[in-house]
């Protein structure tokens, strides 16, 4: 399964953290450093590829990262600001 950014997000860099606007739900989401890190890999890769690099970046155990992003994108779909590609 492939994970994409809806269209028509607007990324903003705050103070200790990212935000994104879905200009066609209106939806905010606030985001810290790693959970932006994990939304700008979701470009079309999938959810192991996505594991793959955050293991590699962070120097962290595959299966807490993987069990990690999964909520994180979980997170980003239920908010509309991501979609699943079978």
């Known amino acids: 399964m492939r994970i994409r950014h809806v269209p028509k997000i607007i990324e903003r860099e705050e ?5 994104l606007i879905n200009r066609r739900n209106g939806q905010k989401l606030v985001l810290n450093e790693s ?3 994990v939304w700008k890999l979701c470009d079309g ?8 690099t955050v293991v590699e970046q962070f120097e962290i ?6 069990e990690q992003i999964k909520n994180i994108i979980e997170s980003l779909y239920q ?3 991501v979609e699943k590609e079978e």
């Open 61 to 66: 155990d595959k299966e807490t990262a993987g």
């Open 79 to 81: 908010k509309g600001f």
């Open 15 to 19: 103070e200790n953290c990212y935000l």
């Open 35 to 37: 959970s932006f890190f």
């Open 45 to 52: 890769s999938t959810v192991e590829e996505i594991v793959k």
